[in-house]
Structure formats: structure tokens, C-alpha cells
């Protein structure tokens, strides 16, 4: 079984700023992505961020700009800087990594999400 640890997430007013960490169990090798996706009530479960083990990055366009992913790769920890939070962006946030098991094959987890409400 392999579990995401999540936290940083919480209630921030509009403006402000919040930082999301995940971390992966040490023991998981080839690590091919992490990213952060979040669903608010009601939608389906968007990608918010994504980072490669190359460093690539991919945001959603409604985060460009204020958002900030990273990632340690010694540590299997992934971060997720969020500035100039809008109340739109309440959701609860999850983590999510890609291992590859294979060639072309890749195991996917999810954290247990963490809920972040950014008030007007």
C-alpha cells in the first residue's frame, strides 16, 4: 500500500498565500510525475500542476502565474506555492504521483486530499 502524506492546506483570505506539501514513500523509485489536481463540490477533478522527474511543468491556466510547483526528488516530496489565492480556488487539493512500472506502464496514487478555502 502506498500512501501520500499531505498537508499545508487551510483557510486563507483572498490574496494571500498558502504552500501544499506531498510526500511519496521513500522506498518508491522511478518516479516519472508529480502534480496537484483539486475538486470543488459539485465539479469533476481537475489537474492543477504538474512536474516531471526532468523538471517540466505544466499549470492550469486559471493557476498560471500564482501557482508554483516543485519537487524534491531525493526526498519524493512535492510542493505546491499558491499566491494571490481567489475564492475560486477552494477546493480540496490532492496529491497524485506516476511510477513507472515498465515500458509504457505506470502505477498512479492519490493523497488523501487537503482542503484549502480561501475566503472574499
Known amino acids: 500500500q502506498v500512501q501520500l502524506v499531505e498537508s499545508g492546506g487551510g483557510l486563507v483570505q483572498a490574496g494571500g498565500s498558502l504552500r501544499l506539501s506531498c510526500a511519496a514513500p521513500?522506498?518508491?523509485?522511478?518516479?516519472?510525475?508529480m502534480g496537484w489536481y483539486r475538486q470543488a463540490p459539485g465539479n469533476q477533478r481537475d489537474v492543477v500542476a504538474l512536474i516531471t522527474s526532468g523538471g517540466s511543468t505544466n499549470y492550469a491556466d486559471s493557476v498560471k502565474g500564482r501557482f508554483t510547483i516543485s519537487r524534491d526528488n531525493a526526498k519524493n516530496m512535492v510542493y505546491l506555492q499558491m499566491n494571490s489565492l481567489k475564492p475560486e480556488d477552494t477546493a480540496i487539493y490532492y496529491c497524485?504521483?506516476?511510477?513507472?512500472?515498465?515500458?509504457?506502464?505506470?502505477?498512479?496514487?492519490w493523497g488523501q486530499g487537503t482542503q484549502v478555502t480561501v475566503s472574499s
Open positions: 521513500r522506498r518508491l523509485v522511478s518516479i516519472v510525475a
Open positions: 497524485n504521483v506516476n511510477v513507472s512500472t515498465g515500458y509504457k506502464m505506470v502505477d498512479e496514487y
